[in-house]
């Protein structure tokens, strides 16, 4: 499953992309992803040609709310 979110914050838009898959051990690995920052920094030729999987690294964003807090 994947979302993309479009924030805007003083001119700047951001492209965050939120996966939930599951590595070859069957746990579900989650996260937000930059995508700006990741076509920047990455080459995508793999993932456009379905060679690779895009999941979330350590690097990548994470978001947290205490437990009285909406959770994303």
């Keep these: 499953m994947q979302q993309i979110v479009k924030i805007?914050?003083?001119v700047l838009t951001?492209?965050?992309i939120f996966i939930r898959?599951?590595?070859s051990h069957g746990q579900e690995i989650s996260g937000y992803i930059d995508?700006?920052?990741r076509l920047k920094t990455e080459q995508f030729?793999?993932?456009f040609g379905g060679k690779k999987k895009l999941m979330?690294?350590?690097t990548?964003?994470?978001i947290f709310f205490p437990p009285c807090?909406?959770?994303?």
């Design 8 to 10: 805007t914050v003083n």
């Design 45 to 47: 030729e793999g993932y």
């Design 60 to 62: 990548d964003l994470r």
């Design 69 to 72: 807090c909406l959770q994303l």
């Design 21 to 23: 898959d599951y590595n």
């Design 35 to 37: 995508y700006s920052h």
């Design 14 to 16: 951001l492209s965050i």
């Design 56 to 58: 979330p690294r350590s």
